[in-house]
Structure formats: structure tokens, C-alpha cells
């Protein structure tokens, strides 16, 4: 269950992954640039003041995200609020060595040498198959930049909507929108516009795995 708080910290979180103050957000989605300020938070009579759901859905369409990555913003600040944990260390690599041989096996899994670690928050959700893709390239923006980091888990379950990270048969490790998923048919959606949305026999894919954060 989240509270009043946790709302207004994930949009608060949600601007500074987007790259922006909260008035900066508030104005790009087009809205009075003190709607998310911290005195609007709260009513004169001392009340908690929550944002409406029309403002919660210009924000997610002027920053592409869905309601699903802004519920993991909203379950991750809810986990900060309990005590502190050390940070977790987990397997990192770049997309160009995750696209040659030997550093997964036929479900995704990491494996074998040469992969860094990275240092991640102690409320980043992760899991014991989790690992992190270090982006490079402009393919992912506007969500995902250079330079980021791509926390993912094999064990996690794919759906609609979910954002993913796929390896095809010939070696290319790509980041997308999963659209539908079927016994003969897996449709991704491109991040970037400027890339075309994919369709895949499951048997021409290696593995899926979902993105559950993105250090940025």
C-alpha cells in the first residue's frame, strides 16, 4: 500500500530520471508550472493534497512512461522508507560484449568471465539473477541514455507493457516494449521513434529478460 508521500517522491523521481526540475516537468506536460511544488502538497488547513489523474497522465505521456514503471517508482520509494540496507553489488557489462558468445547461457542467465559489478541502492529491486546492461548509443533515448545503467532479471515474467531486454540468435541485444506475446509471435516496441517495432518467432530469440530499473 502506498501513501500520499510515496506519490509525490515517485514524481519527484520521475522528473529527475527525465532530466527535469518538477516545474520543468509540470510545464512540458503542459501544466502550471508550481502544480507539483511542495507547497501544493498540501492544503491550507494542513490536508494531503494528491495530484489528479489528469496530471499523472500528461507527465507519463510527455516522459513515455507507463503506469506499470510508474508504480515500480512508487514501490521503490516505498522500500526506502524502511531501514537502510547496505547497497547491492551486481554482474555489469556493455551491450556489445552482451551480444558476443559465453557471457549467458540459453535462458539468460550471466555466466562465465568477464563482467565488472556495479554498486546499485540498497531499494533498487533486484533478485539473485539479477544483472545490469551498460547502454551505449542513442537507439534507447529518450528514456534510456549513454551511459546508463540497465538493471534486468531473467526470473522476472514478461507482459504486455513490460520494457525488456531480448537477444536474438545472431547476437544483437536490444532494449524494447513488449506488445504482445503469443506461442508463435513475440511484437516489440521500439523505445526511440526513430526505430522500427519488431517482430519475432520466439525460436529466432535466444532469451527475454524484464528491465526492472534504470540507474541514470
Not at 539473485?128 to 534486468?152: C, F, H, K, Q
Not at 515474467?157 to 536474438?168: A, E, L, S, W
Not at 506488445?179 to 530469440?205: G, M, V, Y
Amino acid at each position: 500500500m502506498f501513501t500520499h508521500s510515496d506519490i509525490w517522491v515517485a514524481i519527484d523521481r520521475l522528473a529527475n530520471g527525465a532530466g527535469y526540475s518538477t516545474s520543468g516537468l509540470a510545464r512540458k506536460a503542459g501544466l502550471d508550472a508550481t502544480a507539483f511544488n511542495k507547497s501544493k502538497r498540501m492544503s491550507p488547513e494542513g490536508k494531503p493534497r494528491w495530484p489528479s489523474t489528469e496530471s499523472l497522465a500528461k507527465i507519463l505521456s510527455v516522459t513515455h512512461i507507463t503506469m506499470t514503471d510508474f508504480m515500480t517508482l512508487i514501490e521503490v520509494e516505498t522500500i526506502s522508507s524502511h531501514p537502510v540496507q547496505p547497497p547491492s553489488t551486481i554482474p555489469v557489462i556493455g551491450y556489445a560484449q552482451a551480444g558476443t558468445s559465453g557471457f549467458f547461457d540459453d535462458a539468460g542467465f550471466p555466466q562465465g568471465e568477464g563482467w565488472d559489478t556495479v554498486e546499485l541502492p540498497a531499494v533498487t529491486p533486484t533478485d539473485n539473477s539479477t544483472y545490469a546492461l551498460e547502454v551505449s548509443g542513442d537507439s534507447m533515448e529518450p528514456l534510456y541514455r549513454d551511459g546508463d545503467i540497465i538493471v534486468v532479471s531473467p526470473n522476472s515474467g514478461v507482459r504486455r507493457g513490460d520494457r525488456v531486454v531480448i537477444k536474438t540468435n545472431d547476437g544483437q541485444v536490444m532494449a524494447k516494449e513488449l506488445s504482445r506475446k503469443t506461442t508463435s509471435r513475440i511484437e516489440l516496441k521500439s523505445l526511440n521513434t526513430d526505430h522500427d517495432d519488431l517482430t519475432f518467432a520466439p525460436k529466432e530469440l535466444e532469451w527475454i529478460a524484464r528491465i526492472l530499473w534504470v540507474s541514470q
